[in-house]
């Protein structure tokens, strides 16, 4: 069973408005949690990192949230664009290896 | 520029013919690694290398091979490519593993197809 799932599987939203990914994970211990945008094609970049003291942290329109109590973090997007189009990968570290969420495939529409 | 390097970033090939996909960084990483990421499974991890002469299995390691005789550079080898070798191939590399904060950094991709 995969330790970091990642919820929706995929996401069409129009231009403009907000939209919410979820990861939650079973990995243990925490290290670090990161979320990354991949675009078509592409290869993954990093968004954001969160570690075990954080409980959000922005980078421009994207903020992600984490609640390491019960294992979730969220990444908001406000104000969607058309360049958010992309897949999000959550990438969770433990004490020696990182978890990687399948992804949520986003896509804004005009 | 600070980067990773992969060739091919395509390939058609045919069972059974060795092939290998080069990989390279220019900033001094330690940690390498290569995924494969096929459609609704995410990135799985193949091998992996903390340093030099050093490398160890992932997630998925059977078909494959590499090597890490210098820093830059960490090729993947599919000795007898087989079909379900088909999908698309990352490296990555970063200066600690990524463990602690270090960030992965992710070349562009390298779709393989096997026939």
């Known amino acids: 069973k995969n330790q970091v799932e990642q919820s929706p599987q995929s996401l069409i939203i129009l231009e403009g408005k907000n939209c919410t990914l979820q990861c939650n994970y079973t990995v243990s211990p925490f290290s670090n949690l990161r979320w990354y945008k991949q675009d078509t094609g592409r290869g993954p970049v990093s968004l954001t990192i969160?570690?075990?003291?954080?409980n959000t942290k922005s980078n421009g329109r994207y903020t992600a949230t984490l609640d390491a109590d019960t294992k979730q973090s969220s990444l908001h997007i406000t104000a969607s664009q058309l360049s958010d189009s992309a897949s999000y990968i959550c990438v969770v570290s433990d004490s020696d290896d990182m978890r990687f969420g399948a992804g949520t495939r986003l896509t804004v529409k005009p | 520029e600070a980067q990773v390097t992969q060739n091919p970033r395509y390939l058609i090939t045919v069972t059974g013919k060795k092939l290998t996909v080069t990989c390279s960084q220019n900033m001094n990483h330690e940690y390498m690694s290569w995924y494969r990421q096929d459609p609704g499974l995410g990135l799985r991890q193949i091998y992996y290398s903390m340093n030099v002469e050093v490398t160890d299995k992932g997630d998925v390691p059977e078909g494959y091979k590499v090597s890490r005789k210098e820093k830059r550079n960490f090729p993947l080898i599919l000795e007898s490519p087989s079909p379900n070798q088909t999908s698309l191939y990352f490296c990555?590399?970063?200066?600690?593993?990524?463990?602690?904060?270090?960030?992965?950094?992710f070349g562009e991709g390298s779709r393989l197809t096997v026939l």
């Open positions: 969160m570690t075990f003291s954080e």
């Open positions: 990555a590399s970063s200066l600690n593993g990524g463990l602690l904060t270090g960030e992965l950094f």
